[in-house]
């Protein structure tokens, strides 16, 4: 079975700094879509970044970058320059190639000022 | 602006009682999924539809019920079946469920906090 784990349950950062949030997985599968996503304190989920297996480049979006590591099945996310407004739950999730999404159990990052 | 609406915002559940939970969305998506998410557990899938008149059963979805009359609405039933119906639920939509999702990840709602009292 498909498990995604992140082992930060909580984090905190200070302000104008860079943090990495950590994920790993567990699959037989060759072709998969990786995602982060943000759930701030309104409780919207909201997608940050998303990398698809098969593309060995690491995804960016503006202050956003992963490392994709395909052999050992790590996907952290690098959060550079945070701002407070970067404060919020951020959950892993891997998508099958029977697209069924399946989550981890997140990691509540708070930014300090 | 497009974007999927759930309400109420909160709810309270007596013993026995069945509620629904409301999910529109705007987006003209096909797809639709209802998520529980429980501390320390992350979301785990309930329901899923893909069209109009059909839906899927996920990963826990004793104790609930769906129906999907209509492209924008998929209301989630949590009957007195469900034992422990206290979380925050989630509905989700993406265009359609394996091209769209896998491209641009799912839209989400911003949630209902179910609690039995």
């Known amino acids: 079975a498909q498990t995604v784990t992140q082992s930060q349950p909580e984090m905190s950062v200070q302000e104008a700094e860079t943090v990495t949030l950590s994920c790993t997985y567990d699959t037989s599968e060759s072709n998969y879509y990786l995602f982060w996503y943000k759930q701030p304190p309104s409780r919207q989920m909201i997608l940050v970044i998303r990398q698809e297996a098969y593309k060995q480049q690491n995804a960016t979006e503006n202050r956003f970058s992963v490392n994709f590591q395909k052999a050992a099945k790590s996907f952290s996310l690098k959060i550079s320059d945070s701002q407070l407004g970067d404060t919020a739950m951020y959950f892993c999730?891997?998508?099958?190639?029977?697209?069924?999404?399946?989550f981890g159990t997140g990691t509540r990052l708070k930014v300090l000022a | 602006d497009g974007g999927i609406t759930q309400s109420p915002k909160y709810l309270f559940r007596k013993e026995g009682q069945n509620v629904t939970l409301s999910c529109e969305q705007n987006l003209n998506h096909d797809a639709m999924y209802w998520y529980r998410q429980d501390p320390g557990q992350g979301l785990r899938l309930i329901y899923y539809?893909?069209?109009?008149?059909?839906?899927q059963k996920g990963d826990i979805a004793e104790g609930y019920s769906v129906s999907r009359e209509k492209k924008e609405s998929f209301p989630l039933t949590v009957t007195s079946a469900q034992k422990n119906p206290t979380a925050f639920y989630l509905c989700a939509s993406s265009m359609d469920r394996i091209a769209h999702g896998a491209n641009y990840g799912y839209t989400f709602g911003s949630g209902t906090r179910l609690t039995v009292v």
């Open positions: 999730a891997f998508l099958s190639g029977t697209y069924k999404y399946i």
């Open positions: 539809s893909q069209i109009v008149n059909d839906f």
